[in-house]
Nanobody, 120 residues
Framework: QVQLVESGGGLVQAGGSLRLSCVAS????????MGWYRQAPGTRRELVAS????????NYADSVKGRFTISRDAAKNTVYLQMNSLKPEDTAVYYC?????????????WGQGTQVTVSS
């Protein structure tokens, strides 16, 4: 199994920056991709950004493209989300996600979430 622990959330003013971290442990060799999702009150959880563990291919939601950057430190089994030019609409609980390879036949893994609040 895989365990994911997020950190780095907090309260910032609009236009500010935060960096989220997600440390993966356990059977990390079977992770195909990792990413960040977010969920605001009363909304559906949505993908923010993802990165594959092999090719390091990245994908971003249109709402954060150009402002957020996802990166991975393989040696530390850690994925980061650098968030710049934050907006109040970015306020949400941010969850780290890990997708196993299809051959593993396992469900995705999730962290506990970290709160990001952006004041206007």
């Amino acid at each position: 199994q895989v365990q994911l622990v997020e950190s780095g959330g907090g309260l910032v003013q609009a236009g500010g920056s935060l960096r989220l971290s997600c440390v993966a442990s356990g059977s990390t060799r079977f992770i195909n991709a990792m990413g960040w999702y977010r969920q605001a009150p009363g909304t559906r959880r949505e993908l923010v950004a993802s990165i594959t563990t092999g090719s390091m291919t990245t994908n971003y939601a249109d709402s954060v493209k150009g402002r957020f950057t996802i990166s991975r430190d393989a040696a530390k089994n850690t994925v980061y989300l650098q968030m710049n030019s934050l907006k109040p609409e970015d306020t949400a609980v941010y969850y780290c996600n890990a997708e196993p390879y299809v051959a593993v036949r396992a469900e995705p893994y999730w962290g506990q979430g970290t709160q990001v609040t952006v004041s206007s």
